[in-house]
């Protein structure tokens, strides 16, 4: 087995673990939208690495029948994602907001001590 | 005919659209009736389709499917589609005024975008045959619940729809890795296809490294979006902090639609379901059981009537999974069948709630006493609602309870049909405090104005589901026949 060659699916693995584990340890609201992002952002990659194919080009057609190109498909999907990452961002964000001019902070222990007084 | 399945995504979509451009509540309100109707009238039609012809596909744009998107309508899922339409088309009435007492009056109109957006992508997911196409409508409605949850009046729902969108956010990324793995090991993505190329190239039966990898993402990431048991975490404050509305729209639908989505994978990619037989069934039953029995005992405690629902639909999605679980068809169905009571059940129950926090304004237990005399329509709701969650025969509940404990019976697992009793039994003391509480204590003495029978337009859909779930009580061929259809259907592969 190649290890060496599929270094691009060790860096996959190293964000997804690195990103889950900013969700699960940070209580800062915006830091936890990073790891989320940075979480989503390997699968990305996942699918783009899955896509390309050893020497192949951009797939656009060409008169070579011959030509060797990446499969677009992961590409296309995954500008899908990118999308559905951003408004996650964006809604994520706007609820941080929200929590700030509600609660006059973002940390989730402060957050739950006003809560727990009431 | 040929154009209803998309008709069904597109309508909700473009309604929300027209919400947006009016900002006016009144006209918002009604373009969202009309798009609920017209949805449920479109499953109506398509089910009625599918139980003379059988399947009903659709190629967005004309593709051919392994392709193209393509649309693909089974018993199945015209079985959940009528749920979540029929659903939405009772709700929508009762949002007026709901809506107009809890949302404030600029936000109205997006209050209902939102709402159609949800309606559209969970329609969206039970129509599609398409799995990446599932997940981007999985990741359309629950943004919209996110921000449906978050425009809850206290400012706990804004942390509730946080917590919820990071979960929410780490399930369906689990799902698309899942996707992702099946895709790099079939080169499709067509639901059928995928089926059929697992099969054909002997992957299946090879024990392979990847498909096993796939389905422990796809299934973790689907537990956390059905909230079953110990990745429930985000439910109860979610649906108790959400907009009345909202929280009776999102705890009939979304939740069973994730677990239409889990049958999906699980028995229609995976033909018949051969890795529930390997370990999942088993591997699934201990949380099913486990949120059986601690959500019912927590839901016992909660002094929030909203939050003691919550955590009994923790508990209810406990026995939808337990069905399922046991991979047998009369399991299976009574899974399915349980889908649709509980949608009745829960939708009731949480309708009662938006009526008493409209009269009262808030739903702790104190705030009930006394209901009996002042309220009695709404809280002879209650009681038949609580009636079919206990399971009390001639409702709804009762039908989904005696086919769960006969199918565990058939597997001759007695300790699994007891824990369904005792799961029973708790289900009897936390709905027996609140029906102790509002007709056998004595009232507040309180201001008299606030006081009094819920206004027609809550009641009158409140008391739709209340004949519903006596109705399917009493004469439960048609859902039992669909359900039990679906079931076979499902494990159809196997034979």
Partial sequence: MNWVGHYNYWVVIFLMMSGFYVVISRGNMIKKLLGLNIFSTSVFLLYISMGKIHGGTAPILTDNPNQVYSNPLPHVLILTAIVVGVATTAVGLALVVRIQERYGTIEEDEIRAKDDSL | MIHLPVALVVIPLLGAAVCVLFRRSFIAWTVALAAAWSGFAISILIAVYIMKIGTLSYSIGGWPPPWGIAYHIDYLNSFVLLIVSGIAAVVMPYARTSVNYEIEEDSQAYFYCLLLICLAGLLGITVTGDAFNMYVFLELSSLSSYALIGMGKRRRALTAAYQYLVMGTIGATFLLIGIGLLYNLTGTLNIHDLAHQLAVNNIIGSHNRTLLTAFAFIIVGLSLKLALFPLHLWLPNAYTYAPSVATIFLASTATKVAVYMLLRFCFTILSGGFIFKLTLGKILLIPALAAILIASMVAIFQYDIKRMLAYSSVAQIGYMILGISLATPLGLSAGILHLFNHALMKGLLFMVMGAVNYRIGAV?????????????????????????????????????????????????????????????????????????TAYFNPAQEMEAESSGEAPLSLLLPMWLLVLANIYFGIDSSIPVELAGRAATLLLGGAS
């Fill in chain 2, 364 to 436: 702790y237990l104190n705030d009930f006493r006394g209901l009996g005399r002042t309220m009695p329509w709404t809280m002879a709701a209650f009681v038949v609602g609580g009636m079919s969650l206990m399971g009390i025969p001639l409702t709804a509940g009762f039908i989904s309870k005696w086919y769960l404990v006969q199918a565990a019976l058939e597997k001759g697992w007695w300790p699994v049909a007891a824990l369904i009793l005792i799961g029973s039994l708790l289900a009897v003391i936390y709905i027996w405090r609140v029906v102790e």
